[in-house]
Nanobody, 125 residues
């Protein structure tokens, strides 16, 4: 059983930066492909970014491309999401997730087997 715990987030001003971390316990981190999703108030959860276990391809939603960076440190068993140039519309609860699926499936929620509890990011002046 893989358990995921997010950390980071909080209140940040527009144009600012924040980094989220996600640490799994149980399972073998390097074998899982990992993703970040987010859910804004009254909205459905949406894909943000994903990275394969082998430090191969990364995937981004168009709305965050060139502003957000997903990365992982397999030696530290940690997944990161660096968020720059934040906008009020980035306000959401951010979730990390793990899956054994690959390719385009990483952009969808269904293939992800394990989810964190979520971390709130609020972008406001």
């Amino acid at each position: 059983q893989v358990r995921l715990v997010e950390s980071g987030g909080g209140l940040v001003q527009p144009g600012g930066s924040v980094r989220l971390s996600c640490t799994p316990s149980g399972g073998f981190f390097a074998t899982y492909n990992m993703g970040w999703f987010r859910q804004a108030p009254a909205m459905e959860r949406e894909f943000v970014a994903a990275i394969t276990g082998s430090l191969g391809p990364t995937y981004y939603a168009d709305v965050v491309k060139d502003r957000f960076t997903i990365s992982r440190d397999n030696a530290k068993n940690t997944l990161y999401l660096q968020m720059n140039s934040l906008r009020p519309e980035d306000t959401a609860v951010y979730y990390c997730a793990a899956t054994a699926s690959a390719g385009s499936a990483l952009l969808e929620e269904i293939p992800y087997n394990y989810w964190g509890q979520g971390a709130q990011v609020t972008v406001s002046s």
